[in-house]
């Protein structure tokens, strides 16, 4: 049972778009919500994360928007670039569950100049 | 700080050959935790641990077993490899249950064949 769903599986978005990534969970135990990046063959590093007592987070360029209700969260990208070129994961995580990680299939992102 | 190194970094193995992937940290983090990444899957939790000396099962733990007999290290071994295993393995580890970010290593890649 997949219980944090992500989509879509692949972006292709022109330099200076916006890239935006949706996620889906189902546990309503989980209280933290990390994206993390991945470049190819290095490990997943974190970019930006969002606890549900707020609805929306914003670092630099980077915003997670968050719906409790709904069970949805986002990674919104502004002025992407051809760095930003990457795989994204969005991932959940609780207390009962020792903080491990229940992370979405991830997102391979690609930003054309 | 090196923070979380893995070794080794490519192994490839034959159906029921054994092998010991070793994940080292020098954060004195707490929590350590073993994921495995496939294609179209994200990242799955094999086994972690809590603290020196614990261990505890993930979402896929079957034909690993896992040691945690020093703080800075957790190791994660294979018995008898089956070719399901052949995966990009990554470790990672947080400070404790208190704090979310986890440090993720540059992962192993294992080929079964």
């Known amino acids: ?113 | 700080n090196a923070g979380v190194t893995q070794t080794p970094k490519f192994r490839v193995l034959k159906t029921g050959q054994s092998m010991t992937l070793l994940c080292a940290q020098d954060m004195n983090h707490e929590y350590m935790y073993w994921y495995r990444q496939d294609p179209g899957m994200g990242l799955r939790l094999i086994h972690y641990s809590v603290g020196e000396g614990t261990t505890a099962k993930g979402e896929v733990p079957d034909g690993y077993n896992v040691s945690r007999l020093k703080k800075q290290n957790f190791l994660l071994g294979l018995e008898s490899a089956a070719p399901s295993q052949t995966s990009v393995y990554f470790c990672a580890s947080s400070r404790d249950g208190g704090s979310y970010e986890q440090y993720f290593g540059p992962g192993t890649r294992l080929t079964v064949t």
Not at chain 1, 15 to 28: D, L, M, R, W
Request: hydrophobic share 35%; net charge positive.
């Open chain 1, 1 to 113: 049972q997949q219980q944090v769903k992500q989509s879509p599986q692949s972006l292709i978005v022109q330099k200076g778009g916006i890239s935006i990534i949706n996620c889906a969970y189902e546990n309503t135990a989980f209280d933290y919500f990390p994206w993390y990046q991945q470049f190819p063959g290095k490990g997943p590093a974190l970019l930006i994360a969002i606890r549900p007592d707020v609805s929306e987070k914003k670092e630099g360029r980077f915003t997670i928007s968050f719906n409790k209700s709904a069970k949805q969260f986002s990674l919104h990208i502004m002025d992407s670039q051809p760095g930003d070129s990457a795989t994204y994961f969005c991932a959940a995580s609780s207390d009962t569950g020792r903080r491990a990680l229940t992370f979405g299939s991830g997102t391979r992102l690609q930003v054309q100049p």
